[in-house]
């Protein structure tokens, strides 16, 4: 079992950035792939990063490519997300979760049915 526990929301504007953590307790995390979705009001909850197990490899929606990158420290079991040139569009509860044991390959981890424990979640607003 792993338990996920996301901090670092908050309120910041346009053009600033955050760093989200989500420390992670369970004996397996380090063997897991992990990833980050966000929800917008009103909107569907949608992907935004992943990063294998190794931290050797990454994927990001197009969206945020280039401004948020994701790691992992798995000496102290937790994932970071990087966010800078935070837009008012990145308002939204972001969630880390982890990735089904079954799968690798970090560019098929954008799919929320491949994740399997999921935390509560930490609210960003960007303001205008």
């Known amino acids: 079992q792993v338990q996920l526990v996301e901090s670092g929301g908050g309120l910041v504007q346009a053009g600033g950035s955050l760093r989200l953590s989500c420390a992670a307790s369970?004996?397996?995390?380090?063997?897991?792939?992990m990833g980050w979705f966000r929800q917008a009001p009103g909107k569907e909850r949608e992907f935004v990063a992943a990063?294998?197990?190794?931290?050797?490899?990454?994927y990001y929606a197009d969206s945020v490519k280039g401004r948020f990158t994701i790691s992992r420290d798995n000496a102290k079991n937790t994932v970071y997300l990087q966010m800078n040139s935070l837009k008012p569009e990145d308002t939204a509860v972001y969630y880390c979760?982890?990735?089904?044991?079954?799968?690798?390959?970090?560019?098929?981890?954008?799919?929320?049915?491949?994740?399997?424990?999921w935390g509560q979640g930490t609210q960003v607003t960007v303001s205008s």
């Open positions: 369970g004996r397996t995390f380090s063997n897991r792939a």
């Open positions: 979760a982890a990735v089904r044991p079954e799968y690798s390959t970090v560019a098929t981890m954008t799919s929320e049915n491949r994740y399997d424990y």
């Open positions: 990063i294998t197990w190794s931290g050797a490899g990454t």
